[in-house]
Every structure is written in C-alpha cells, then in structure tokens.
C-alpha cells in the first residue's frame, strides 16, 4: 500500500516556467488536497477536491490550477513559476476516516 | 474559518523532561482537532485526534492531549521526552467540511 505518492521530489525553475506537480493516492480516498509549507507560515491550503470532477479553491490558490479526472490522481499545475512559489508542497488525500494521509513532498525552487 | 495559534515556534527542553506544547482554537468549537509531527524532510504524520469522544486523547510515541472547550485549547504533552521526540508538530482543526487549519507550526528541540 503505497498511499499518498508525490513526484517529484526535488524541481528547479527557471521564472516563468510551467510544470506539474504529480499526486497520487491509492487508497480511494475522496478528498486530495494541496498545501505549501513555507518557514514559520505552517501549511497553507492552495486547491483541494471533494471528489473526481469536482476542485475548489483554498487560501492561496493565485499563480496555480487543479484538476480531478480520476478518484487516484489530483495534480498542481504552476502556470508560470516566480520566486515567491518557492516552497515545499504537499499532497494530502483523506477518507472516511479522521486525519489526512501526506505524501512526501516536492521541494521547489524557482530563480 | 477556524484558526488555530500555537504558542512559542520554539520549545527545548532536556532528555527525560516533560513536554507541553501549547495550541489554542478560535472559539468556535471545531469538530475534530488534529496533532501532527513532522520529522526533517518528511511529511506529516498524524499523532492524534480527538473527534469528542473523550476530552483526554491519547496517542502515539506516548503522546496525549487535553482538549478543553472552557480554554479554547488543545495542548500537547509527553510526560518524558526522548531524543527521537525533535521535530516539528502542527495543531490542525477540521471543520464541517474536511478543511482543515493548520498553526504555524512549534519544533521541539530535545537536549541530551
């Protein structure tokens, strides 16, 4: 049981840049979300999904798109990368059950 | 929303000692309040939760935590800290729709 898997793990780019950050999950849950943990700020909330077809925006959603084909399958889309998305994100998907299941993290930096 | 503060970003304390750490909701009672640890270059890894079915909530690594509506709070605790016990552990309130709120965050620095 593999749970929440996040590729990759370490990205640089270049401003301006696009790319996609990969989540899957294996355990059937419905709810998949997005966070950036950032020093001293926590986790923040960028996208989250109730469900395949179905995403909706956090606390800090600007400069980044979602989408939910499959129930397995929730990526993050930088449209163009700048600086200030430098951070760690974090995958989390959540089922019946109480508490989140995190992936491991991508590490981005943006120059 | 909910929110949540944690008290100190910072807490030492020796090998042995007791451990508090110090989380705080808004008054609004959330339904469900999370601890999470985070060890360096990991993820999160749920600790415990309480859900209202008892106010004393234990969980793993001999971690517990008190949740006390009359303070709003929802603190932490380890009667005797062991190395292993260093890093970083968020207070997380859910609310009625599987959002949760995660504090800033306190890492906890154990002194040999």
């Known amino acids: 049981n593999a749970g929440v898997t996040q590729t990759p793990k370490f990205q640089v780019l270049k401003t301006g840049q696009s790319m996609t950050l990969q989540c899957a999950q294996d355990?059937?849950?419905?709810?998949m979300s997005w966070y950036r943990q950032d020093p001293g700020m926590g986790l923040r909330l960028i996208h989250y999904?109730?469900?395949?077809?179905?995403?909706d925006q956090g606390e800090v959603p600007n400069g980044y798109n979602v989408s939910r084909s499959t129930t397995e399958d929730f990526p993050l889309r930088l449209l163009s990368a700048a600086p200030s998305q430098t951070s760690v994100y974090f995958c989390?998907?959540?089922?019946?059950?109480?508490?989140?299941?995190f992936g491991s993290g991508t590490r981005l930096t943006v120059v | 929303a909910q929110s949540v503060t944690q008290l100190g970003s910072h807490v030492s304390v020796s090998e042995g000692a007791l451990v508090l750490l110090r989380c705080n909701y808004s008054?609004?009672?959330?339904?469900?309040l999370f601890w999470y640890v985070q060890y360096p270059n990991q993820g999160l890894q749920l600790l415990l939760k309480?859900?209202?079915?008892?106010?004393l909530v234990k969980g793993i690594n001999g971690f517990e935590a008190e949740f006390k509506k009359s303070e709003t709070s929802f603190h932490l605790t380890k009667p005797s800290a062991h190395m292993s016990d260093a890093a970083e552990y968020f207070c997380?309130?859910?609310?009625?729709?599987?959002?949760?709120?995660f504090g800033s965050g306190t890492k906890l620095n154990v002194k040999p």
């Open positions: 989390a998907s959540k089922g019946d059950n109480y508490g989140y299941t």
């Open positions: 355990m059937n849950h419905e709810y």
């Open positions: 999904s109730v469900g395949a077809g179905i995403t």
């Open positions: 008054s609004s009672v959330p339904p469900y």
């Open positions: 309480y859900t209202s079915a008892a106010t």
């Open positions: 997380a309130p859910e609310d009625n729709f599987n959002k949760f709120y």
